[in-house]
């Protein structure tokens, strides 16, 4: 497991670009009994490293809504080890769970981090750990011990060393400049993907993590390209006349579900990558578009307006049979599906305001998840816990971020530019 | 003319854009969109972009010999409004007479999802296509290039804002 990290942080190569629109966070609001976390410093021989291993656990943890961490300077004692744990300190402070942890040099060159997870009323052990990596993966190391203490506490998997793509829109020279950019799930290390003068859209992750497609007009028209995170190499799909958008890969990453209106108008097609082929899977003289796959890869969820408004459809893609799922009010679009399929999340309109809504599958429950306007382009966590979508706020384009029980919300705002489009990487 | 009249010449408008809409020849794409990615280490993220006035595409009314060549949508429809009819008649009569290449830019505001506004930005810029065609213009002219919300020409979020975004610029 700890391989994995490791792996996963060898094969990204990306350039960083400095403080262009960087993301930060601001817990906008949490659950009313946050679970209370002290994460005692986690140093190297009880020197500071290069990235603030406690801190960014700590905000890894808040940043769920479900934590409460404890500021260190409230800490009555700063163990580096279990040994050095005296429970009395904890217990006095009303803490429920404590991280005890430091890093030490191997002598190949590699820092190994051992922590451990202790319950402070029953005095308990809960794990001890080992996280290895190199000197630039320290933040992995971090969402790797939130990821462990979040899955050990909740039962929910942490999805905290997953990636955010997102499209930036800055005024530069007079002129816009579109950027698809990747960060780290809190935002942090922010790395240029592609940089044009013409609109970027449309991020979508590959089932593995490695790939990114979207939406490029540089050629003049939309076009759909996909592009590696590790080497930026980069294949455009298509080029058809007419829209060419919303690509989508399945969930087997063998093809990928998109929108060309070569036919006249939007309908959803399937690209096979083996063959080159496209296969139109839509017939339809409405709009057809914004197709997202059910992860058994044999359904499509898609936006349709031809039952005279934008609502979310079903459609086997063998049989071709479509199913209707959204009859509440006169505009749902842009669908997203958890990964267990039960909770869909799209743009719903209601009084004209653009909020993000879920429906829950099974029971057909609505709800709106979001308390601002002109709401957009949801995208769920891999573990669902949380959705990431785009606002404005004082007329800028910011992502945010609610819980899928709306209980928990916090905002990533941008220094500069309109940042808009977030996709949440797959685990 | 009133654009009741105008539905069944549409929809032979509809059907002559099936006949030419089908071309996918390779991508013949110079690189002039400036498009950088993540290998070139030059990008520090500093502007280096030139300074051509306002930077974003189009004003609210652009004039071509006299001629409007940006037309106005209401909320979410894409029929054209009945003021727009006699300026698209004259640009139909010089395209008649001197055929050139025309991109039908088709736009969205803000409101909604974009891949849908998208596809709300093609049909505006299909509804000029076909009023051209049925003026008598040499379909293969045409292109329709929708620009969703990507391309605002008013970056408010207001109606007065809105209604300037919701268009399509003949190029």
Sequence with gaps: ?427 | MKLETLKPLLACAILSSFLVGCSSTPSSSSNGAGVGSSTIPADNGVSTGSIDGDGISGSDLDVDGGIETVFYFDFDKSTLKPESLAALRIHAQRLIANPANVRLEGHADERGTREYNMALGERRGSAVQEFLVLQGVDPSLLEVISYGEERPASLDSTESSWSLNRRVEIK
């Design chain 1, 1 to 427: 497991m700890l391989k994995r990290v490791c792996r996963i942080v060898c094969l990204i190569m990306l350039m960083p670009v400095s403080a262009l629109a960087e993301l930060s966070i601001e817990i906008t609001s949490g659950v009313d009994n946050p679970t209370s976390i002290a994460i005692s410093p986690i140093m190297m021989k009880g020197a500071p490293l290069a990235e603030d291993i406690s801190a960014i656990v700590g905000a890894d943890l808040e940043r769920s809504g479900l934590f409460s961490a404890m500021p260190r300077a409230n800490m009555l004692s700063n163990p580096r080890a279990l040994s050095e744990v005296y429970y009395r300190d904890w217990r006095i402070v009303g803490m429920q769970y404590l991280v005890v942890g430091s890093v030490v040099r191997q002598a190949d060159g590699q820092l190994s981090a051992t922590f451990s997870l202790v319950e402070v009323a029953g005095e308990r052990v809960l794990f001890t750990h080992v996280a290895k990596g190199r000197d630039s993966q320290l933040r992995d190391i971090a969402h790797y011990i939130s990821d462990k203490v979040f899955y050990t506490i909740t039962g929910i998997k942490g999805a905290f060393s997953t990636r955010l793509a997102y499209v930036t829109a800055t005024k530069e020279g007079g002129r816009q400049v579109f950027r698809l950019m990747v960060s780290d799930a809190d935002g942090a290390r922010e790395r240029l993907m592609l940089k044009s003068k013409e609109p970027i859209m449309s991020p979508a992750w590959s089932p593995d993590g490695k790939e990114l497609a979207y939406v490029s007009f540089e050629t003049g028209r939309p076009a759909i390209f996909r592009q590696r995170l590790d080497n930026a190499k980069r294949e455009q799909l298509t080029n058809f006349k007419g829209l060419n958008g919303a690509p989508a890969w399945s969930p087997d990453g063998q093809s990928m579900a998109l929108v060309l209106s070569k036919d006249g108008n939007p309908e959803l097609y399937l690209y096979r990558f083996a063959t080159k082929t496209f296969t139109r899977l839509t017939r339809h003289f409405s709009i057809d578009t914004e197709p997202n796959w059910m992860s058994d890869g044999k359904s499509l969820i898609f936006t349709s307006d031809r039952g005279g408004s934008p609502q979310i459809y079903k459609l086997d893609i063998t049989s071709r049979k479509i199913e209707r799922l959204t009859f509440n009010g006169s505009y749902n679009a842009r669908p997203r599906l958890s990964a267990d399929d039960r909770t869909l999340v799209m743009v719903h309109r209601s009084q004209g305001i653009f909020h993000i809504a879920s429906q829950d599958l099974v029971t057909g429950d609505v709800r709106i998840l979001t308390r601002t306007r002109l709401d957009e382009s949801p995208t769920v966590a891999p573990n669902g816990a949380m959705l990431m979508y785009a606002t404005k706020r004082n007329n800028k384009g910011v992502l945010a971020a609610v819980s899928i029980d709306a209980g928990s919300r916090f905002l990533l705002p941008s220094r500069q530019g309109d940042v808009r489009e977030p996709a949440w990487s797959p685990f």
